[in-house]
Nanobody, 122 residues
Framework: QLQAFGGGLVQAGGSLRLSCAAS????????VGWFRQAPGKDREFVAG????????LYADSVKGRFTISRDNAANMVRLDMNSLKLEDTALYYC?????????????????WGQGTLVTVSS
């Protein structure tokens, strides 16, 4: 029902746009979050957005570099990633919250998409 795409290989300092598309149902009333999991590490919160495009949340590690946005008419959420660093390398997931706002707590998310791999090279 959720599919993340747009990952790829990018050099450090570069940019990438991830997209999260919903199918089968609308998530326009749900908060949506992006999470990532690097090899050997736990999954961590990256960014979140409320149902109306407000209530933005960012992890400190990406604040000022990543921007989350949504287009409810297209049932799409995007994550624009700039000034990418080696430590941004991870499998990125999008998820729809159980509520209208996003949260840093992954346990508050009900629907998860397949991840998309982002690899940042030096």
């Amino acid at each position: 029902q959720l599919q993340a795409f747009g990952g790829g290989l990018v050099q450090a300092g570069g940019s990438l746009r991830l997209s999260c598309a919903a199918s089968g149902r609308t998530f326009s009333n749900n908060g949506v979050g992006w999470f990532r999991q690097a090899p050997g590490k736990d999954r961590e919160f990256v960014a979140g957005i409320g149902w109306n495009g407000g209530y933005l949340l960012y992890a400190d590690s990406v604040k000022g570099r990543f921007t989350i946005s949504r287009d409810n008419a297209a049932n799409m959420v995007r994550l624009d990633m700039n000034s990418l660093k080696l430590e941004d390398t991870a499998l990125y997931y999008c998820a729809a919250s159980r509520t209208a706002v996003a949260s840093r707590d992954q346990h508050t998310y009900r629907y998860w998409g397949q991840g998309t791999l982002v690899t940042v090279s030096s």
